[in-house]
């Protein structure tokens, strides 16, 4: 069997415990992109397209997404190759609030997740991306969905050091006040005076 990258860091006699740092950890080595460089001309298959999708949604190219989704790129095509990724995962792990915006027009799928159980909203919250989460909590992402580890997206925030985005995605606001909690977190502090 082969082990991925994460497996070979992971001591052996910690495996079997879910700690919080090996879930920050995880999530800071899968957020990297992995582009595979694949440019799908005309005659490409839908394969070929989807997969030049997930590219575009990881650069956050909110054009390219429109233009291939309209080719008939699947706009929840799933990476088996590569943790099980979406464009929409994608798009939100580079943080990327136009393409995000873009693949929910287009009928992205957002309880979709990667191999982790975590969805669109899991990744947005653990690195901080504020403006998707808040696209991603006004298109309806559940903030209630677990991860393989039986974290919400709340829980993968504060254990990511993303205590802001703890506090406004967590269960016990109601909510009608997440999207005013993260726009306050989205508008800049003012000065005193």
Same mark, same amino acid.
Do not use: K, M, Y
């Given at each position: 069997r082969l082990l991925s990258t994460w497996e070979r860091q992971v001591p052996e006699k910690s495996k079997g415990r879910v700690r919080p740092e090996d879930s920050a950890a995880q999530l800071r080595m899968v957020a990297k992109p992995r582009l595979r460089g694949v440019v799908a001309g005309l005659k490409a298959t839908r394969r070929e397209r989807s997969e030049e999708l997930l590219d575009k949604a990881s650069i956050g190219d909110a054009n390219a997404i429109q233009r291939l989704v309209s080719m008939n790129a699947d706009v929840n095509y799933? &990476?088996?190759?590569? &943790? &099980?990724? %979406?464009?929409?995962?994608?798009? $939100?792990? $580079?943080?990327?609030?136009? $393409?995000? =915006? +873009?693949?929910?027009?287009? /009928?992205?799928?957002? %309880?979709?997740?990667?191999?982790? !159980?975590? %969805?669109?909203?899991?990744? $947005?919250? !653990?690195?901080?991306?504020? !403006?998707?989460?808040?696209?991603?909590? =006004? +298109?309806? +992402?559940?903030r209630k969905s677990r991860d393989s580890k039986g974290l919400e997206p709340a829980e993968l925030a504060a254990? +990511?050091?993303? &205590?802001?985005? /703890?506090?406004a995605l967590s269960s016990n606001v109601a909510d009608s006040n997440v999207l005013a909690l993260l726009q306050q977190l989205k508008s800049p502090a003012k000065a005193p005076g």
């Open positions: 799933v &990476d088996a190759g590569r &943790d &099980d990724v %979406t464009p929409l995962i994608n798009a $939100a792990s $580079a943080g990327s609030r136009p $393409a995000v =915006e +873009a693949l929910i027009l287009c /009928r992205a799928d957002l %309880t979709l997740f990667d191999r982790f !159980g975590w %969805t669109a909203l899991h990744r $947005a919250a !653990g690195l901080g991306h504020v !403006g998707v989460v808040d696209a991603l909590v =006004e +298109a309806g +992402a559940s254990v +990511a050091g993303q &205590d802001a985005l /703890r506090t």
